[in-house]
């Protein structure tokens, strides 16, 4: 499934609920795709990224067109308690366009010839961002379409050969997963399936085997503004194979999550 | 049946018989008439164009001292396609408007060939350095070109 977003959320459970018993989470090789506002999804990347180093001591490569200027709230309160060596696990990178992000990942089995081991998740912030070219039609959307296929498989093809290096050499630390973000261009919009729209999220869907969905609440909590107030859901190949594999996964992991974004910028997260 | 049960079912149908493909010219260096019948329903036109580019020995399994591998495949046109091996996906215009965009086929003549010769035992081996293979996965160079 999406182990590492799944243990995000069991973090920043909200506590005056009545949250479900979340026990076992399986490592999982499922690549995840987070689909949302920008912001939103970059606050949600920052805290999978930090859970990783932090709480499994996985090396981790984060790409963002985006410096990086404060962390979401969540993670502030929790500063002290995290450790500098643990946070080194995290490898910023900033790649200016595709074309650089493409070598970027395409270079990371570089280090498998060497003594270093390879990052055990790998983090890509806004694709949108590397694949929109704003007024394109006809042909040039067909290009994106292929670009959008080139750095997905990429991904994947990267996080298959990762995992196999580190199931090798260091088995705890495998397997390598991948976890991007995309707003869609309906984004903000109400209801419907995005992708059925937007031709990119079907082609990265192809690759991606979970889909994190994160949707305006509606209906939000009392006293919550609508937007502070989100409906967190995972979907997707790798959710329905999960649920039809007798593995030693929690057959009761939440799929569902309402996420409520606090003054502070903090994330707190209800199982539904 | 949904569409992800159609794909999946598709996928697993293909790969038995890419299995079935290995496993007999393995045992007959020949593939019989039933399974080129099988491989012409499963691929479509696909697998013919797939096999000619086998027989003109178009395909070249890429590999680095990382371990890391691709398939290059040389198109009837003379340009060179690199295929990932754990994935569906070529950078060939009907990979982009037959697969991506109308959803009509499972994968390109590049990727069959790709993955027929690796069944066959019939594609080229070629070694580079980690660094050229970046380049070959990142589409920036050719195995030749570096």
Known sequence: MADILTLVFKNYINQSGKPKDINIITPSKCSTLVVGENVINRSLLLLAAVTAASELGLKVSFFTQVQIQSLPGSLQDDMSNLSPENLKKIKFAYPNSLEDLLQDVASLHEPVSGSAAPPSLIVVDGLERFLRVPGLSGALQQAELASAAHIAALLFDTAAFLTASLEERAAELSPCRVIASFQSEGEGHAGGDPSASEPILSVLDRYFQVRCTLDRDLLSAPGARPQDSWHVYLSGAGIKEASLTKGEEDPNLPKEWHMLLQKNGSMEFTPV | ?146
């Open chain 2, 1 to 146: 049946m949904t569409d992800y049960e159609m794909t999946s079912c598709l996928s697993a149908v293909a790969d038995q018989l890419l299995k079935e493909v290995q496993k007999t010219y393995q045992e007959k260096t020949q593939i019989p008439d039933d399974l080129l019948i099988a491989l012409r329903f499963v691929f479509g036109s696909c697998a013919l164009q797939a096999l000619d580019l086998i027989d003109k020995r178009s395909v070249t399994c890429v590999s680095s001292f990382s371990g890391r591998r691709a398939y290059q495949v040389m198109g009837g046109s003379g340009l060179l396609y690199t295929c990932y091996t754990s994935c569906h996906y070529c950078p060939c215009p009907a990979f982009t408007y037959t697969v991506l965009r109308r959803n009509d086929s499972l994968l390109c003549k590049h990727i069959l060939a790709a993955y027929l010769s690796q069944a066959m035992g019939l594609s080229q081996q070629e070694t580079v350095s980690d660094q050229q293979m970046s380049s070959i996965l990142s589409g920036r160079a050719a195995a030749t070109d570096t």
